[in-house]
């Protein structure tokens, strides 16, 4: 079983707790020196960097969450100035305006070798052939696991997204070992491979690395059962670093952590109390070792529990659960992740004001399908037929700026959606994972 | 092999150490680096017991030493070599070597191994040696530094603390003195805990590194990890000047 880091991702607890401790009080010592936001917040609690002396002193701090990184667009949050910044990278917010990202040149090296961990637990090798289907560009996903892959000294194919018979013709003729993608893409090609009457086992596949959206253990099977691969999972936060956070082991009991570089927490989302090991809750994660943008307690939304039990794989870093939910209302539809309230924002600036909609996301085959439905009013009743159909057209163009992704817009019947309690649930997720 | 958390050491009134926290792995050569008056020398003093930390703790080998007094804690196997090497002058190098010898001779109470420690040191410094009957006093810079990591080497130290040992050299005796400290961590298995003006150079050798600022620990990272630190670079490795960007 390789490890690409064994220093790191086979020290003692002990060990471990004493280098985070070092790194934890250094970046809390590095923010309030170089970050306004922090500055001030630890000023306003009465916060002293001295007084985190533990690592469950952590818990003292305040988490940094969304609306924080949104108040400091664009480059308030950042720890350098923006001339050590080497990359800019970006994620959705909450409204019509993105996260904003910087890494430095460390910073690309450490993100570098943490997703080097995860595909080498996968069993990736310099003798890999990778083909990577996540998009280029602003999300951090395509561009993490193609540094990885690079370090580890793989081959490496970056395709971007779509075009799936390319991608499968590539994939014949290029003789891919090891796919990257969403798993619901890689449903997506097996159906296609079927469709082209191609044989899986003529294919050279043997590892699927998986993330970017949930996806379930009946998924795995069938992705394993049809394309002939070994599927592993792994988890990343581009507000912390991208791809990279976590990766399943060859066990795949659990994604491992790496620890050294980000200390976890579970907490309740309601109260925002740190839970005792091993209970369910949303996690939080503080970073160690970023340059340009380290976050402290940053609130990921995602509900998962934290396992402290030794794996077989000889890695001594906690492992985590799949992530089956949301402690927010946040969508990932195609690996995309997009809150309702930037639809909500683009839809009633189209229509000049509140009007009665619903999100409806489904899985159609393999792909996940996004549908507004808004209610016809009197203002859009006025309106000719042509007048409506640009309406439309530009609702979806509003947000397919804003979420990167197209998504149908459909009228209807003015009290036609149905109301609980006279109320509109604003999301219909009919997906079953 | 050592473990420090959450030291605070003080001068009277005047905290230098600010809950600092760092570790060093067997065989490890580490630097600390940081501005002047950043708490560099004070860290060192506070592990020797010269400057015993007010709180916190430190772990030689899991054992606890920060009550300890210093000559105990050079029983324990370390060793610091002072800035500005302070030899004794007005006696001979060989009697220098013989005093850092001094509680290994006690605690062993033969002076075998007292003979056997100088030799080695004339092995690592064969300058030492054709100078051994001069007075420390008519030693150049260089040798007096030389001379100052032999005596602290007499006490078969586990862990070396070295502060500033460039200090005021040429830089043809500076790489001398490096090239015996990477001797002493090579061949002798003695890790080292080195605090240096020349931070490049220190991170060259060095295989991790700290910053300290203002008393605070504010990075811990790998030697090619600080040396790429735009931070580090900006402050400690004299390049370009700090300019935030214009919001």
Not at chain 1, 49 to 60: G, M, Q, T, V, Y
């Amino acid at each position: 079983m390789n490890i690409w880091d064994k220093t790191h991702e086979c020290m003692s607890r002990d060990e471990l707790e004493q280098l985070q401790l070092e790194r934890l009080q250094a970046t809390v010592n590095r923010v309030y020196k170089n970050v306004t936001h922090y500055r001030k917040i630890f000023n306003d609690k009465g916060i002293i960097a001295e007084n985190i002396r533990s690592l469950s002193d952590l818990a003292k701090i305040p988490f940094t969450v969304k609306d924080d990184l949104r108040i400091n667009y664009p480059y308030g949050m950042f720890a350098v100035p923006l001339r050590e910044v080497v990359r800019i990278h970006s994620s959705s917010g909450t409204t019509s305006k993105p996260i904003v990202m910087g890494y430095t040149k460390n910073d690309i090296k450490i993100w570098s070798n943490l997703v080097a961990r995860f595909m080498t637990s996968a069993g990736v090798t310099h003798d890999d052939v990778v083909q990577i289907t996540f998009r280029y560009g602003l999300f951090t996903g395509a561009f993490g696991v193609h540094y990885g892959a690079e370090a580890i000294g793989a081959s490496v194919i970056p395709m971007g997204t779509g075009n799936t018979d390319k991608q499968i013709m590539i994939m014949q003729d290029y003789k891919t070992t090891a796919l990257v993608s969403t798993s619901s893409y890689a449903i997506a090609l097996a159906e296609r491979i079927e469709q082209l009457c191609i044989d899986p086992k003529s294919l050279s596949l043997k590892l699927g690395l998986f993330g970017g959206e949930p996806w379930s253990e009946k998924m795995r099977a069938e992705i394993e059962n049809r394309l002939f691969l070994s599927a592993t999972d792994n988890y990343g936060v581009s507000e912390v670093i991208g791809p990279g956070v976590a990766g399943e082991c060859s066990c795949k009991k659990g994604m491992h952590i790496y620890e050294d570089a980000f200390i976890p927490e579970i907490i309740d989302p309601e109260t925002g109390a740190v839970l005792p090991a091993g209970s369910e809750g949303e996690l939080v994660l503080t970073t160690l070792t970023r340059e340009a943008f380290p976050m402290i307690r940053y609130r990921t939304g995602d509900i998962t529990s934290l396992d402290y039990s030794p794996c077989e794989c000889g890695r001594t870093l906690v492992r985590m659960k799949k992530i089956m939910r949301r402690s927010d209302d946040m969508l990932i539809v195609r690996g995309v992740n997009i809150f309702p309230s930037q639809i909500e924002d683009a839809l009633f600036s189209v229509a000049q004001g509140k009007t009665p909609y619903q999100i409806i996301v489904e899985r159609k085959g393999a792909m996940d399908s996004m549908e507004i439905v808004v209610e016809i009013t009197d203002k859009i009743f006025s309106l000719e037929l042509q007048k409506q159909r640009s309406f439309l057209e530009a609702i979806k163009k509003r947000i397919a700026s804003v979420t990167g992704i197209n998504v149908d817009v459909r009228l209807v019947e003015s009290k036609s959606i149905l109301r609980q309690n006279g109320k509109i649930s604003r999301i219909l997720d009919k997906r079953d994972i | 092999m050592l473990k420090i958390k959450n030291i605070n050491t003080y001068y009277g009134q005047a905290q230098a150490l600010k809950n600092v926290s760092m570790h060093l792995t067997e065989g490890e050569i580490v630097t600390l680096i940081g501005a002047n008056g950043a708490g560099k020398t004070t860290l060192l003093n506070s592990l020797s017991g010269v400057v015993p930390p007010r709180s916190g703790q430190i772990f030689f080998n899991d054992v606890t030493i920060n009550n300890l007094a210093a000559h105990q804690i050079v029983r324990m196997g370390i060793s610091q070599v002072p800035e500005g090497r302070q030899v004794f002058k007005p006696i001979s190098v060989e009697d220098n070597l013989e005093l850092g010898a001094y509680l290994h001779h006690k605690m062993l109470g033969g002076s075998d191994e007292v003979k056997k420690n100088k030799e080695m040191v004339y092995d690592l410094f064969p300058i030492l040696k054709e100078r051994r009957k001069q007075f420390a006093g008519t030693l150049s810079g260089g040798e007096q530094q030389m001379l100052a990591i032999g005596r602290a080497f007499m006490a078969k130290p586990k862990l070396m603390l070295l502060d500033e040992p460039s200090m005021g050299l040429a830089p043809m005796i500076t790489q001398e003195i490096f090239r015996v400290i990477e001797n002493l961590s090579k061949r002798k298995k003695t890790t080292i805990l080195l605090v240096e003006q020349n931070a490049r150079a220190a991170l060259k050798m060095a295989n991790r590194g700290y910053v300290l600022d203002n008393g605070h620990m504010i990075l811990e990272g790998t030697a090619a990890e600080l040396l790429d630190n735009k931070e580090v670079q900006r402050a400690y490795l004299g390049k370009d000047k700090k300019e935030i960007w214009e919001r």
